[in-house]
C-alpha cells in the first residue's frame, strides 16, 4: 500500500490523467485527514476551487490543495515528535499519570479526526495549517477557555446526534468543529447544552 508521500507524487505527476491524480490526492486523506476525510476533501476542494465531484480537476489545482494538505502535515508531524519527547522526559522523571493532552493525542493518533467536524461541509474556512497550529496550542496551554480555540467565537451547541466519532460534543456554530472537552470551561460546556435544550424546545413548540 502506498504512503503519503508516494500518493503525493502520484498527484504531482504530469505523465498521470487527472483522474488518477484526482484518486491519488483521495488517497492521501486515508493516511491523513484532519478534519475526517470528507470534511478534509470538501475543505481542499472549497479552498483550491476544485467541484467536490468534479473527477477531471485542473492538476494545478489538485497540487494547490496537496500543498496546503502537506503543510498541515509537517505541522502535525513536529507537534507528535515534540509530544513524543515531553512523554519521554515525563517519564524519566516519573510522571505517568496521562493528561488530557495524552488522551487527545492518543484519539488523534495518525493524523485522522484531529479537529472533528459537526459535517463534512461545515469546517473552518481558514487554511488546515494554521487549523491545526491554533487547537495544538490551545490543547498544550492546558487551560479551559470560554472561547473556541479555531475562531474564538464563544457560541456552542451541545450535538448528541453527530454522524461520527465524537457521536456527541460540543459544536463551534461559527466555524463547525466539536471542541475537546477539555479545552472549554465547565460554564461555556453547561451554556452549550442550555443552548441544545433550547433549541430542542423551540423546534416542539
Known amino acids: 500500500m502506498a504512503g503519503f508521500r508516494a500518493l503525493a507524487e502520484q ?3 504530469p505523465r498521470l490523467v487527472a483522474t488518477q491524480r484526482r484518486t491519488a490526492l483521495r488517497k492521501c486523506l486515508e493516511r491523513f485527514a484532519p478534519y475526517g476525510h ?3 476533501w470538501h475543505h481542499l476542494c472549497t479552498r483550491a476551487g476544485i467541484a467536490t465531484e468534479d473527477r477531471e480537476p485542473d492538476p ?3 497540487v494547490a490543495a496537496l500543498e496546503e494538505l ?7 508531524l513536529g507537534y507528535e515528535q515534540e509530544f513524543a519527547a515531553r512523554r519521554r522526559r515525563e ?3 516519573g510522571i505517568r499519570q496521562p493528561s488530557a493532552l495524552d488522551d487527545w493525542h492518543r484519539r488523534t493518533w495518525g493524523g485522522c479526526d484531529i479537529v472533528p467536524c459537526e459535517a463534512p461541509h461545515r469546517h473552518p474556512a ?8 491554533s487547537m495544538i496550542r490551545a490543547m498544550e496551554a ?3 477557555r470560554a472561547d473556541c480555540p479555531v475562531c474564538d467565537t464563544r457560541w456552542f ?3 448528541t446526534d453527530l454522524e461520527r466519532f465524537p457521536m456527541a460534543g460540543p459544536v463551534c456554530q461559527k466555524c463547525g468543529i466539536v471542541a475537546p472537552l477539555s479545552v472549554l470551561t465547565r460554564e461555556t460546556l453547561a451554556q452549550a447544552r442550555q443552548s441544545s435544550r433550547e433549541r430542542r424546545l423551540s423546534v416542539a413548540a
Do not use: C, Q, S
Open 126 to 133: 481558514a487554511p488546515l495549517p494554521a487549523v491545526l497550529r
Open 157 to 159: 451547541v451541545w450535538r
Open 142 to 144: 492546558g487551560t479551559p
Open 70 to 76: 502537506e503543510e498541515a502535515r509537517a505541522v502535525w
Open 60 to 62: 494545478a489545482r489538485l
Open 38 to 40: 470528507r470534511a478534509t
Open 11 to 13: 498527484v504531482r505527476n
Open 91 to 93: 517519564k524519566h522523571d
